[in-house]
């Protein structure tokens, strides 16, 4: 996935032909955001990542990290650079997403993130006791390329791949991004944040059944536990006259 921004209209970028440029021309943050396969990002107010307290820690994580911010403040394009083009992308994408993961810990991120949890933006549940309940996005690791993006679930409480099937909202892809934007504490300040989101418990769904041509079918688990179930009381057993003896 590419996010060059190709110049559509970009403003700020070197010298700037009047043509196509206009002042409602959008930013980067703004074009990144509509990307595909963008949609859990909200946009981070630009004084945000103007200021240099937020970026703390940041240029060590992030090759190239002064083309990155520059290219994400609007301050210089992509093609400026005589670098390759892609690990750029990447870069310019992780620095932005290690902002966003911290944009969003703050009030006005989370209240950006409201909005879109209303909006159904990071998808629903898709298990049935849910009902449909929306969900939020969570990483598993605060550092870069250790586990991609997913959703957690505030009724059942499950941690689930984030994918088009658990999006009414209309993208039809895989979401791809690293779970370091989003980070591991988001989606459980959220909801102390806002604790009357929280949803009452899954609803109690009826046990399915499965059948074959009507029949009941054996749980082939079944087998396989009372195998494992004997072992474990004969470990037990042994386990006792162990202690028998060193009684
Ligand atoms: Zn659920």
């Known amino acids: ?13 070197g010298v700037s032909s ?3 440029d206009s002042s409602d021309a959008e930013t980067w943050v703004e074009w990144f955001c509509r990307q595909e396969g963008n949609e859990f990002f909200c946009e981070v107010d630009r004084r945000y990542i103007q200021d240099n307290f937020n970026l703390y820690g940041l240029r060590e994580k992030i090759p190239n990290f002064k083309m990155c911010l520059d290219i ?3 301050k210089a394009d992509i093609d400026q650079f005589d670098v390759d083009n892609n690990a750029l992308d990447k870069n310019v994408q992780d620095l932005y997403g290690l902002i966003h993961a911290r944009f969003i810990l703050t009030k006005r991120g989370q209240d950006r993130m409201l909005r879109k949890f209303r909006d159904l933006h990071f998808g629903i549940c898709p298990l049935l006791g849910c009902e449909a309940t929306p969900v939020l996005p969570v990483g598993l690791h605060d550092s870069l390329d250790q586990s991609p993006a997913m959703v957690y679930c505030p009724r059942c409480r499950q941690v689930m791949l984030a994918s088009h099937r658990t999006s009414p909202s209309g993208y039809d892809h895989e979401v791809e991004l690293d779970g370091a934007y989003f980070g591991t504490t988001f989606p459980h300040l959220f909801l102390m944040q806002y604790p ?3 949803p009452e418990p899954p609803n109690k769904v009826a046990k399915y059944v499965p059948r074959v041509f009507g029949f009941r079918v054996r749980d082939l688990r079944d087998s396989r536990s009372k195998r494992k179930s004997s072992t474990t009381s004969a470990d037990r057993r042994k386990r006792e006259h162990r202690a028998e003896k060193m009684a």
């Open 196 to 198: 009357t989101l929280v």
């Open 18 to 20: 009047s043509s196509d």
């Open 72 to 74: 994400i403040l609007d």
């Open 1 to 13: 996935m590419s996010h060059r921004h190709g110049g559509r209209g970009h403003a700020h970028v």
